[in-house]
T-cell receptor
Framework: EPEVTQTPSHQVTQMGQEVILRCVPI?????FYWYRQILGQKVEFLVS????????KSEIFDDQFSVERPDGSNFTLKIRSTKLEDSAMYFC??????????FGSGTRLTVV | GENVEQHPSTLSVQEGDSAVIKCTYS??????FPWYKQELGKRPQLIID?????GEKKDQRIAVTLNKTAKHFSLHITETQPEDSAVYFC?????????????FGQGTILTVHP
């Protein structure tokens, strides 16, 4: 079964540093998403990406965040200047239609 | 925006019993309702979903019911097994207008005792 692949699985970074989280969605999928989950809490929407542009973003997705699909396969989330409260599990997801997503295995981001 | 409330937050059952988790949503335009199972430290996995044009959907031991008028939907697991123990999340979206953005409930920790 096709998978969404995320790297790295765990990233530790100093506050104020930039991080890039990487995702390889399923190859024929058209919709791409980033979600985050703070430990013990619910999954929260960050951003959706369709047709090479952001289609929707949440209040969490402020100017510190950006997404890119630099080539036909990768989908990245950049956090420009990390804060302690950015510590969370970040999940990438993709879907062919607007439902039935497949989530990646996640990147645990720890900001120290 | 959409708000999804889920209860109970924890649910403990004996193996073989049924488990029911309920969610309510606020936006009457929501039309797609998936349920995800998340084991500790792992990704959410889609276990069943329902669209607003049907009232019930079943897949072996798992069923979902939807009441559009009351804006609530429920997950039913029958003949529970210890491997059903996990966190279950409901979610809602408005496919067709929101590019698939999911709003999740707070999650239910299900524990099935052997």
């Amino acid at each position: 079964e096709p998978e969404v692949t995320q790297t790295p699985s765990h990233q530790v970074t100093q506050m104020g540093q930039e991080v890039i989280l990487r995702c390889v969605p399923i190859s024929n999928h058209l919709y791409f998403y980033w979600y985050r989950q703070i430990l013990g809490q619910k999954v929260e929407f960050l951003v959706s990406f369709y047709n090479n542009e952001i289609s929707e973003k949440s209040e969490i997705f402020d100017d510190q965040f950006s997404v890119e699909r630099p080539d036909g396969s990768n989908f990245t989330l950049k956090i420009r200047s990390t804060k302690l409260e950015d510590s969370a599990m970040y999940f990438c997801a993709s879907s062919y239609l607007e439902w039935g997503y497949t989530f990646g295995s996640g990147t645990r981001l720890t900001v120290v | 925006g959409e708000n999804v409330e889920q209860h109970p937050s924890t649910l403990s059952v004996q193996e073989g019993d049924s488990a029911v988790i309920k969610c309510t949503y606020s936006d009457s335009a929501s039309n797609y309702f998936p349920w995800y199972k998340q084991e500790l430290g792992k990704r959410p996995q889609l276990i069943i979903d329902i669209r607003s044009n049907v009232g019930e959907k079943k897949d072996q031991r798992i069923a979902v019911t939807l009441n559009k008028t009351a804006k609530h939907f429920s997950l039913h697991i029958t003949e529970t097994q210890p491997e059903d123990s996990a966190v279950y999340f409901c979610a809602a979206s408005k496919s067709g207008t929101s590019y698939g953005k999911l709003t999740f409930g707070q999650g239910t920790i299900l524990t099935v005792h052997p």
